[in-house]
């Protein structure tokens, strides 16, 4: 039986101590295409931009954000390219009293840009490059057929609930493999098993049913979003089912990775009971986030186990000559 450290415990206490401003608790107040608003005092200044100065590795798809000393709402925002172009913004998202704000921009890969800021008559300014994610296919979309990939919840950032990271990424280890069955300038179809490796670094397959996701769209390639049902992930023979899962991020040029990879789903929790020293109570990892501050919510058969999950800095490697065999759950 594994018991949860004491040392665990306190680090998912110190993280629910923490100042907790992200875009989950936010509200959004309202703004024009630039993120600015009217009627704010102005006494506001900007005390960080994202990118930072002189960033060259930023993601094409990424956020950007700022924070401030005050209410930030009145800000206005542009993000320029090296011609002085200006680029599209959206997706304003405002932390409670408007001190931090996220946002996206219509980015290019291996493109210069600057992001400005201006509020209370005062600009402030970064200068970033996007790094190569996001350049086409070299050999096109079909060249990923066949191919399978590999990668580990655990070694992810459990950024929602971001309390329970240690808990997860602990027990997550199992690798997840996923094989792009077909790819082409429409739709992208994955494969999803359970896999375990071999002690010389190679990857079997588990005999367990797979996970099937349904074409999804594929026209902003090499960036791809795949959505199952389900998957079922086990921790030596402690089952975690995942309902409404989601696998979305950008291939490399080569098809060699997928990058910057994020994972959403509701997780069941009722049978982790032993991971937290409380074998057979369905209801001990929700009285352990409850504690924190995160509360569980019907399953889809109505019972009140599951945890919204997010999972970011997903990175998965391709493993040559690995190839799916489909498994159908017995009925």
Request: negative net charge; proline residues 5%.
């Amino acid at each position: 039986m594994t018991t949860l450290p004491l040392a665990l415990i306190a680090l998912v206490a110190c993280n629910k101590d923490k100042d907790d401003t992200g875009p989950e608790d936010s509200t959004t107040p309202v703004t024009d295409d630039t993120g600015g608003t009217t009627g704010v005092d102005c006494e506001t200044t900007v005390s960080s931009l994202t990118p930072v100065e002189g960033d060259t590795d930023v993601y094409y798809r990424g956020m950007l954000a700022a924070s401030f000393e005050g209410d930030g709402a009145a800000t206005v925002f542009t993000v320029t390219d090296a011609s002085g172009a200006e680029v599209a913004l959206s997706d304003f998202t405002w932390s409670d009293g408007n001190v931090q704000v996220w946002f996206r921009a219509d980015l290019a890969p291996s493109t210069s840009y600057t992001l400005s800021a201006e509020v209370c008559g005062v600009s402030s300014s970064s200068a970033f490059t996007t790094n190569e994610v996001g350049t086409p296919l070299t050999e096109g979309n079909s060249s990923l057929s066949g191919r399978t990939y590999v990668t580990r919840l655990s070694e992810a950032t459990i950024v929602d609930p971001a309390v329970l990271d240690p808990l997860l990424g602990q027990y997550l280890t199992v690798p997840l493999l996923f094989e792009v069955t077909t790819a082409d300038e429409a739709t992208i179809d994955l494969l999803g098993a359970l896999g375990y490796q071999e002690d010389d670094g190679s990857y079997t397959q588990y005999d367990l049913p797979t996970w099937d996701f349904p074409a999804g769209d594929f026209t902003d390639s090499p960036y791809f979003n795949a959505e199952a049902e389900a998957i079922v992930i086990m921790y030596g023979d402690i089952p975690i089912p995942i309902e409404d899962f989601t696998l979305e991020g950008s291939f490399s040029a080569d098809g060699s990775e997928i990058r910057y990879g994020r994972a959403t789903g509701l997780g069941d929790s009722r049978y982790l009971g032993e991971l937290v020293n409380q074998p057979g109570v369905e209801s001990a990892v929700c009285e352990l986030a409850e504690a924190m501050g995160v509360y569980c919510q019907p399953c889809s058969d109505g019972e009140p186990y599951c945890l919204w999950i997010v999972a970011e800095d997903i990175e998965c490697d391709y493993v040559p000559g690995l190839d799916l065999v489909e498994i159908l759950a017995e009925e």
